[in-house]
């Protein structure tokens, strides 16, 4: 079941030392602004709570994982001001994600497109599904996936990033994602799945939170230029949005 809530809806269950947040929104699981603000302030809290060790990041439904960005607010951009802070949504959620104190662990049960691909590479370790699939759809609106760009490279390597974004009707299956990476373990259902995430966190959980969040710590080194670099990306995705070209692009397919 997913929610019909058009600015989506985010909730988080705290039990055990572990925090589970599920997000959601009737298309497909897509993030508008205000959700990707209030998943950014989620983690944010989480990060600095000591009756949290671990968090579980996954979606409603059974289909779709993550759509990306709204497409509906895409369209809505008229300058560049209002497209920096579209593409800034998803930069400020990964910085969230690289300085929490806490692994986000992943349960992925479907498609995940664009800015959902970004978040899939964000996580620490990633659960999924023989349903998964993925694609970066940003070349074939006439932009690019800038934000995402450095979160794919860290974790699947250039090879990965240039077959993604230079193929952008092209979906990649879960094994291959798994490959290159982004996803650590591969389940032919969703039972199986949840059964062994269940198993996988309760033998997390009996370690110790310092060193965990030792671990987190230093598994993300050698990123704190991101700071800086998807801000400065997401500017690029911000102008480029405002093109000609992409307006062309965007109106050909509101129109389909």
Known sequence: MTTDRQQGSLYTKIDNQLAII???????????LVLLERLTQEID??????AVSIILLKSEGDRAFCAGASFDELLAITNEAEGCKFFEGFAHLFLAMRRCKKLIIGRVQGK?????????????????TEAVSIK????????????????????????????????PDQWKNAYWAQQKGLIARV??????MDEAIDHFLVTLLKS??????????VTWQHTEHWERELIDNAAISGRLVLSEQTRLMLEKLKNK
């Open 136 to 167: 970066l759809s940003e070349l074939s609106l006439g932009i690019g996936p800038f934000v995402i760009a450095p979160v794919i490279l860290r974790k699947a390597g250039q090879a990965a990033l240039n077959e993604l974004f230079m193929a």
């Open 45 to 50: 809290a989480l990060s600095e709570n000591n």
């Open 208 to 217: 110790n939170p310092q060193a965990l969040s030792e671990m987190k710590r």
């Open 22 to 32: 599920t997000f959601g929104h009737p298309n497909a699981n897509a993030f508008p």
């Open 112 to 128: 995940a497109v664009g800015g959902g691909v970004g978040l899939l590479a964000a996580l620490d370790y990633v659960f999924a």
């Open 187 to 192: 389940y032919e259902t969703t039972k199986e």
